[in-house]
């Protein structure tokens, strides 16, 4: 299966600041999927994306707060924009091919 | 509007003995059922999973349980180990391999040497 590496593990944010997370994928892989897992909670979709399209949000989740880039088949990533405390939560990547689907190490966001 | 549904939030359990997380889903649709277990400051790690053709698989100590009717399915441990303490989620998805995964809000299962 695919190998994520994801950054940062974590990190503590200002309000109305932004955090960009990354995930490097070591294989090529069409669909990306961004999750986010509030404290406590479920592990929530928060968008698809696919190279060469536009991500496709779920509900609740608009383009600009969670702007997601995916310039080519092994890189993406999501952007926290304009932070407050709701969004301390973990941030997952995930890409699914033949090995099934595999995880990024996730990044912990605090926001203070 | 929930379509995994993980009931017990937590579950403890004495070493040596079977532990049973139980899983519920809503949509028919699914076809492709999984079991991740997670650590706080790690990604979920891939436990066991099954196809909707059968209702059973087994691997190692792990046995996943799948009741179609029931919209129902379980993971049993067997026998249950101190390092197996961590949240477990269950998740499915309707086309294996071409769709997010739907997760469950987990249980926390916490076994006792």
């Known amino acids: 299966s695919a190998v994520i590496s994801q950054k940062p593990s974590r990190d503590i944010c200002q309000r109305g600041t932004s955090l960009t997370i990354q995930c490097q994928v070591d294989?090529?892989?069409?669909?990306m999927f961004w999750y986010r897992q509030q404290p406590g909670q479920s592990l929530t979709l928060i968008a698809t994306?696919?190279?060469?399209?536009?991500?496709?949000?779920e509900s609740g989740f608009v383009i600009d707060k969670f702007p997601i880039s995916r310039p080519n088949l092994t890189f993406s990533t999501l952007t926290v924009s304009n932070l407050s405390p709701e969004d301390s939560s973990i941030y997952l990547c995930?890409?699914?091919?033949?090995?099934?689907?595999?995880f990024g190490s996730g990044t912990r966001l605090t926001v203070v | 509007d929930q379509q995994v549904k993980q009931n017990s939030p937590s579950l403890s359990v004495q070493e040596g003995r079977i532990s049973i997380l139980n899983c519920d889903y809503t949509?028919?649709?699914?076809?492709?059922f999984l079991w991740y277990k997670k650590y706080p400051a790690e990604g979920p790690t891939f436990l066991i999973s099954?196809?909707?053709?059968?209702d059973k698989n087994e691997d190692g100590r792990f046995t996943v349980f799948l009741n179609k009717s029931a919209k129902h399915l379980s993971l049993h441990i067997v026998p249950s180990q101190p390092g197996d303490s961590a949240v477990y989620f269950c998740?499915?998805?309707?086309?294996?391999?071409?769709?997010?995964?739907?997760f469950g809000k987990g249980t926390r299962l916490s076994v006792i040497a």
């Open positions: 949509n028919s649709m699914f076809d492709y």
């Open positions: 994306a696919n190279q060469g399209s536009e991500a496709t949000y």
């Open positions: 995930s890409v699914t091919g033949i090995g099934g689907y595999t």
């Open positions: 998740a499915a998805s309707e086309n294996r391999g071409n769709t997010p995964l739907v």
């Open positions: 294989s090529q892989v069409t669909m």
């Open positions: 099954i196809s909707s053709i059968k």
